[in-house]
T-cell receptor, first 112, second 115 residues
Framework: GEDVEQSLFLSVREGDSSVINCTYT??????LYWYKQEPGAGLQLLTY?????DMKQDQRLTVLLNKKDKHLSLRIADTQTGDSAIYFC????????????FGSGTRLLVRP | SAVISQKPSRDICQRGTSLTIQCQVD?????MFWYRQQPGQSLTLIAT?????????ESGFVIDKFPISRPNLTFSTLTVSNMSPEDSSIYLC????????????FGPGTRLTVL
């Protein structure tokens, strides 16, 4: 079955790096995504990684994928207070439905 | 990418009534979806909105409760029917515009409170 899990909460100091972790169960997932949700807002796509990649970097964001362990992480370098939000990972399966299975979300709190 | 808007942004409704939420995309999208986000929870897919035909519903969601229309490639509606307090959630529409990653873009959501 499909299941995506994340830790619920992460607190870091401004300027430090944040690492948000995600595990998934569907080994046939094709794409994995990271979304950000600020209070009262919709979901903002941050980045995605294709399942045949093990790393993707985009400015302050680094995504690592360990397909063997079905583990995905998002590293935010030089975390700022504006990064405080809920971060969701999501997987897309191999079928043609394009539907996404979301994790529970990790609430990131950045302390000044 | 795609810019997605929703109306209304929020509403407070009485139980037993129905609310129709509109979703407009600024460009043609291949697929559109409706999700529900219950308070403090993650997103759950309600259905795939199919252009010109009946939506495809996920397990636990039925057409009588959540009728969906998609008359063209850039517009869809979701109706929450015969509402109860348990329907209080954020309802989000999304669309896939094509391109790398088949990325799915989301609207800002409609925050529904049922009294």
């Amino acid at each position: 079955g499909e299941d995506v899990e994340q830790s619920l909460f992460l607190s870091v100091r401004e300027g430090d790096s944040s690492v948000i972790n995600c595990t998934y169960t569907d080994s046939s997932s094709t794409y994995l995504y990271w979304y950000k949700q600020e209070p009262g807002a919709g979901l903002q796509l941050l980045t995605y990684i294709f399942s045949n990649m093990d790393m993707k970097q985009d400015q302050r964001l680094t995504v690592l994928l360990n397909k063997k362990d079905k583990h995905l992480s998002l590293r935010i370098a030089d975390t700022q207070t504006g990064d405080s939000a809920i971060y969701f990972c999501a997987e897309r399966g191999p079928d043609s439905s394009y539907k996404l299975i979301f994790g529970s979300g990790t609430r990131l709190l950045v302390r000044p | 990418s795609a810019v997605i808007s929703q109306k209304p942004s929020r509403d407070i409704c009485q139980r037993g009534t129905s609310l129709t939420i509109q979703c407009q995309v600024d460009s043609q999208v291949t697929m559109m979806f409706w999700y529900r986000q219950q308070p403090g929870q993650s997103l759950t897919l309600i259905a795939t909105a199919n252009q010109g035909s009946e939506a495809t519903y996920e397990s636990g969601f039925v057409i009588d409760k959540f009728p969906i229309s998609r008359p063209n490639l850039t517009f869809s509606t979701l109706t929450v029917s015969n509402m109860s307090p348990e329907d209080s959630s954020i309802y989000l529409c999304s669309g896939i515009a094509g391109g790398p990653g088949d990325t799915q873009y989301f609207g800002p959501g409609t925050r529904l409170t049922v009294l």
